[in-house]
């Protein structure tokens, strides 16, 4: 079994950051990817950003590229997600997630998940 813990949510005026953290234990495997999704209020949960945890190649969604950065910390079995240049359309519960396979976009083809932290942007 795997546990996800997101942390780091919160209240931000719009052009203001965050760091969001999520910490992997339980159950390890020599290679999987880590995801970032985010759901607002009405809206399909949708994908943010992934990160290899081998090798760290990342990906994002274009919404967020160039304002948010994934990262990762091996010794620390630690994904992050730091948030720049926040809008208030960034506003959603933010959920960490593990993919078994390859790095996939689509919520569904991911394994294990976190149980969500709130991110609220005021403009």
């Known amino acids: 079994q795997v546990q996800l813990v997101e942390s780091g949510g919160g209240l931000v005026q719009a052009g203001g950051s965050l760091r969001l953290s999520c910490a992997v234990s339980?159950?390890?495997?020599?290679?999987?990817?880590m995801g970032w999704f985010r759901q607002a209020p009405g809206k399909e949960r949708e994908f943010v950003a992934a990160?290899?945890?081998?090798?760290?190649?990342?990906y994002y969604a274009d919404s967020v590229k160039g304002r948010f950065t994934i990262s990762r910390d091996n010794a620390k079995n630690t994904v992050y997600l730091q948030m720049n240049s926040l809008k208030p359309e960034d506003t959603a519960v933010y959920y960490c997630?593990?993919?078994?396979?390859?790095?996939?976009?689509?919520?569904?083809?991911?394994?294990?998940w976190g149980q969500g932290t709130q991110v609220t942007v005021s403009s």
């Open positions: 997630a593990v993919d078994l396979g390859r790095v996939r976009t689509t919520p569904y083809d991911y394994d294990y």
């Open positions: 339980g159950r390890t495997f020599s290679s999987y990817v």
């Open positions: 990160i290899r945890w081998s090798g760290g190649s990342t």
